[in-house]
T-cell receptor, first 115, second 109 residues
Framework: DVKVTQSSRYLVKRTGEKVFLECVQD?????MFWYRQDPGLGLRLIYF???????EKGDIPEGYSVSREKKERFSLILESASTNQTSMYLCASSPHGRGLYNEQFFGPGTRLTVL | QKEVEQNSGPLSVPEGAIASLNCTYSDRVSQSFFWYRQYSGKSPELIMS????GDKEDGRFTAQLNKASQYVSLLIRDSQPSDSATYLC?????????FGKGTMLLVSP
């Protein structure tokens, strides 16, 4: 079974703090993704990575950065947390592919509250 | 901007009935389609994937795809209260997925 883990289930930070969210997958997947999910807005892609040290902006990259130094690990960084970044953050991974089989598998999520 | 549309619901069905969840998408060249189930407070869980026109069955779940109409559906037979969740439709574009906002399903005992 694909296993995607995230470093924290719940996190409370203060405005202006630097926040690191870590994601690790154990299936040797090339692709990794960070989403945020908010009521009424659905899942929105922040950043994704298709290889080590490679990254691509998603739909809402502003205020975020990412790091992928190893294939199995993808980090999301909030340089200076703001209250509008309070959300559920979901990490996912998938095998490489422009082919048909590109199912994404999600981690358990991190509920971040910024006070 | 590619779009995936779902009725937000809630869709209410009695236990034992068939639940029908629908999804339309805007990009004609999309080739792969996925259904995820998400329980409240949990992360999405993949339940079905479909790539060819027609039906694909897996236990109580059937996914249906009609590319000409740009329409994907999920049927849940013999619905159970444990099926109560939000169901997300996702459409593949290159290496990413575009998700609908989900349909909430409520199955009453």
């Amino acid at each position: 079974d694909v296993k995607v883990t995230q470093s924290s289930r719940y996190l409370v930070k203060r405005t202006g703090e630097k926040v690191f969210l870590e994601c690790v997958q154990d299936m040797d997947h090339e692709n990794m993704f960070w989403y945020r999910q908010d009521p009424g807005l659905g899942l929105r892609l922040i950043y994704f990575s298709y290889d080590v040290k490679m990254k691509e902006k998603g739909d809402i990259p502003e205020g975020y950065s990412v790091s992928r130094e190893k294939k199995e690990r993808f980090s999301l960084i909030l340089e200076s947390a703001s209250t509008n970044q309070t959300s559920m953050y979901l990490c996912a991974s998938s095998p490489h592919g422009r082919g048909l089989y590109n199912e994404q598998f999600f981690g358990p999520g991190t509920r971040l509250t910024v006070l | 901007q590619k779009e995936v549309e779902q009725n937000s619901g809630p869709l209410s069905v009695p236990e034992g009935a068939i639940a029908s969840l629908n999804c339309t998408y805007s990009d004609r060249v999309s080739q792969s389609f996925f259904w995820y189930r998400q329980y409240s407070g949990k992360s999405p869980e993949l339940i079905m994937s479909i790539y060819s026109n027609g039906d694909k069955e897996d236990g109580r779940f059937t996914a249906q795809l009609n590319k000409a109409s740009q329409y994907v559906s999920l049927l849940i037979r013999d619905s159970q209260p444990s099926d109560s969740a939000t169901y997300l439709c996702a459409v593949k574009e290159y290496s990413t997925l575009t998700f609908g906002k989900g349909t909430m399903l409520l199955v009453s005992p």
